[in-house]
């Protein structure tokens, strides 16, 4: 069943979510001071925060997409991460900033830190988050940039979906377990 756009309760409001990506871009140009970066952008959750991120870098950057899955059509992870689609350039002697949508378990984070790590000698590897749900890890992974941290909750909206809608919210919001799963 799809939920009501009306029945999904905004937790960070579109002003709330760009305020804060321009806090992070911030920190990241204080970071990099101009030197070049190649962003690696994991779809599809998180298109959005990538689009809006990149708007407030200064630095030269390229931009990468690749996609990963472990949710398929339920609100808790499989555990198992599955690469549908890596192919990146040489990323040897580079700043590569991976961007993902959540943090939740840390297993995709995980995944594709350990496959930069095996496949290439970058110059640095950081991990940027849009939201960090901490209380499901099971890994010893942070990022190193984060917008917010959440608790239990399966969120929607501003890139992130359940079974595919909800995507193109401009805010993140939740709605029950109960009414999603229904
Ligand atoms: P992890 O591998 O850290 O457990 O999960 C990472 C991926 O799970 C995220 O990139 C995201 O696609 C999905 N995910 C985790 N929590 C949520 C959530 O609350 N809502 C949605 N829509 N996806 C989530």
Do not use: W
């Amino acid at each position: 069943m799809k939920v009501k756009q009306s029945d999904i309760k905004i937790l960070f409001s579109e002003d709330q979510l760009t305020t804060r990506i321009k806090e992070i871009a911030a920190e990241m140009n204080s970071f990099y001071k101009g030197e070049e970066i190649c962003v690696i952008c994991v779809l599809k959750g998180a298109v959005m925060f990538t689009t809006e991120l990149v708007k407030h870098l200064d630095m030269p950057l390229t931009m990468e997409f690749i996609r990963l899955s472990s949710y398929g059509h339920s609100t808790s992870t499989s555990g198992k991460v599955n690469a549908v689609e890596i192919k990146l350039p040489d990323l040897n002697g580079k700043n590569v900033l991976i961007v993902e949508d959540i943090v939740d378990t840390g297993l995709t984070a995980k995944f594709l830190l350990d496959f930069i790590k095996c496949n290439f000698h970058t110059k640095s590897t950081k991990f940027a988050a849009l939201l960090d749900k901490k209380i499901f890890r099971r890994t010893d992974i942070e990022p190193d940039y984060y917008g917010f941290e959440i608790d239990d909750k399966f969120v929607v909206g501003y890139g992130l979906d359940y079974d595919g809608f909800y995507r193109n919210l401009k805010f993140i919001g939740y709605a029950d377990k109960s009414l999603l799963e229904n």
